[in-house]
């Protein structure tokens, strides 16, 4: 058993797909995986590495739903990306293509679709992205997160599955955690996460109130690679990482509450670990219907980028630590949406099609 997963840009249409992975390797020890991604995704190599998956990266343009000039240049990477796929594909023969979306899946699917390799690919956000729009017609099969977005594509391909998650973010340690982020016992701990590619006006508005933070709680930060230069803040309950990758599952566990974009990998996560969570998401993005959806359901506190004020952020975090109510109402909804068994929905899916 021989597939390719693909994802790339941030981290986060990554996790899925390593997830099904994960699932899949249960049932069949012998397969084999490859991983494609963006030729400087970092966060992706990193990731499948730590899952011992070949990483490959291929060029790729970005896609827009603008016009740029860029999109002239970008067509002819993604066309250079498309015949890299083929190369690819030829060599590793696989019996399938699975992917969650990320600009560099359009390539390697039509790739696979010229080699009549059967492409699967994972809708997670509420918004449908432009790749899948693009993918889905020549898709076996297409499983979604949410069932507002069955209407998104065609009846006889989209499954509600819910999202997946990797195991491995379950199996945390507080004792692990202290040891491993200089923590104090029994204080606060508040947990930053911008994203896999990092939040750059989450961290400015952070970097400026950590002295009023830390009188109240200590910050686990994930700034972000390249979000941080420059940036050096001394305070013993202050700290800072560009991006974690296996001791993610000890910072969320040690976390009373996350303050975080709204990407639907981390979501996910987050609901599966009960973590009272406060949203930021990316302004004028698809980030913004899944921050929605989290607080129509009570399952998160949901802050507006553009009018947030220093005061308004410290009165808001400083209020949740201090409310014990209001954590445990957090964590309670949060929690209804955990979707556990999405990752081996999806792998059987794959797996019955194959």
Same mark, same amino acid.
């Given at each position: 058993?021989?597939?390719?997963?693909?994802?790339?840009g941030?981290?986060g249409?990554?996790?899925?797909?390593?997830?099904?992975? =994960? !699932?899949i390797? *249960?049932?069949? @020890?012998?397969a084999?995986?490859? $991983?494609? &991604?963006?030729?400087?995704?970092?966060?992706?190599?990193?990731?499948?590495?730590?899952?011992?998956?070949?990483?490959?990266?291929?060029?790729?343009?970005?896609?827009?739903r603008?016009?740029s000039f860029?999109?002239i240049?970008?067509?002819?990477?993604?066309?250079?990306?498309f015949?890299?796929?083929?190369?690819?594909?030829?060599?590793?023969?696989?019996?399938?293509?699975?992917?969650?979306?990320?600009?560099?899946?359009?390539?390697?699917?039509?790739?696979?679709?010229?080699?009549?390799?059967?492409?699967?690919?994972?809708?997670?956000?509420?918004?449908?992205?432009?790749?899948?729009?693009?993918?889905?017609?020549?898709?076996k099969?297409?499983?979604?997160s949410? =069932? !507002?977005?069955? *209407?998104?594509y @065609?009846?006889?391909?989209a499954? $509600?599955? &819910?999202?997946?998650?990797?195991?491995?973010?379950?199996?945390?340690?507080?004792?692990?955690?202290?040891?491993k982020?200089?923590?104090?016992?029994?204080?606060?701990?508040?947990?930053?996460?911008?994203?896999?590619?990092?939040?750059?006006?989450?961290?400015?508005?952070?970097?400026?109130?950590?002295?009023?933070?830390?009188?109240?709680?200590?910050?686990?930060?994930?700034t972000?690679?390249?979000?941080?230069?420059?940036?050096?803040?001394?305070?013993?309950?202050?700290?800072?990482?560009?991006?974690?990758?296996q001791?993610?599952?000890?910072?969320?566990?040690?976390?009373?509450?996350?303050?975080s974009?709204?990407?639907?990998?981390?979501?996910?996560?987050?609901?599966?670990?009960?973590?009272?969570?406060?949203?930021?998401?990316?302004p004028?993005?698809?980030?913004q219907?899944?921050?929605?959806?989290?607080?129509?359901?009570?399952a998160?506190?949901?802050?507006?980028?553009?009018?947030?004020?220093?005061?308004?952020?410290?009165?808001?975090?400083?209020?949740?630590?201090q409310s014990?109510?209001?954590?445990?109402?957090?964590?309670?909804?949060?929690?209804?949406?955990?979707?556990?068994?999405?990752?081996?929905?999806?792998?059987?899916?794959?797996?019955?099609e194959v």
């Amino acid at each position: 058993m021989r597939i390719i997963l693909s994802g790339g840009g941030t981290g986060g249409s990554v996790t899925p797909v390593l997830a099904v992975a =994960e !699932e899949i390797k *249960k049932k069949y @020890p012998t397969a084999e995986f490859l $991983l494609i &991604g963006t030729r400087s995704g970092k966060p992706e190599k990193e990731m499948s590495q730590n899952h011992q998956i070949v990483f490959k990266g291929i060029w790729c343009g970005k896609l827009r739903r603008y016009f740029s000039f860029k999109n002239i240049i970008d067509l002819f990477l993604i066309i250079i990306g498309f015949f890299q796929s083929i190369f690819i594909i030829s060599r590793f023969k696989p019996q399938a293509v699975f992917s969650a979306g990320g600009f560099v899946a359009v390539p390697i699917s039509f790739a696979a679709w010229f080699c009549r390799a059967p492409v699967f690919i994972h809708q997670q956000d509420i918004v449908p992205g432009l790749a899948n729009k693009i993918i889905a017609p020549i898709a076996k099969k297409i499983t979604v997160s949410f =069932e !507002e977005s069955l *209407k998104d594509y @065609p009846k006889n391909k989209a499954i $509600l599955t &819910g999202n997946p998650i990797r195991q491995e973010i379950l199996k945390g340690n507080k004792q692990r955690a202290i040891e491993k982020f200089g923590l104090e016992k029994d204080y606060p701990v508040l947990l930053i996460v911008g994203g896999g590619t990092g939040a750059l006006a989450v961290n400015q508005i952070i970097f400026k109130i950590i002295s009023e933070l830390s009188e109240f709680c200590q910050i686990i930060h994930l700034t972000g690679r390249e979000k941080s230069k420059g940036i050096e803040i001394k305070n013993k309950r202050y700290h800072q990482y560009e991006f974690l990758s296996q001791e993610m599952a000890d910072a969320f566990c040690i976390a009373d509450l996350v303050v975080s974009r709204a990407g639907l990998g981390v979501l996910t996560e987050l609901a599966a670990l009960s973590k009272p969570t406060i949203l930021i998401p990316i302004p004028n993005s698809h980030q913004q219907a899944n921050a929605n959806y989290f607080f129509k359901k009570g399952a998160a506190v949901v802050l507006n980028q553009e009018t947030l004020t220093q005061e308004n952020f410290i009165n808001q975090i400083k209020n949740l630590l201090q409310s014990q109510n209001e954590l445990e109402k957090l964590k309670q909804n949060i929690s209804q949406l955990s979707q556990i068994e999405s990752g081996k929905k999806i792998s059987e899916i794959i797996l019955g099609e194959v």
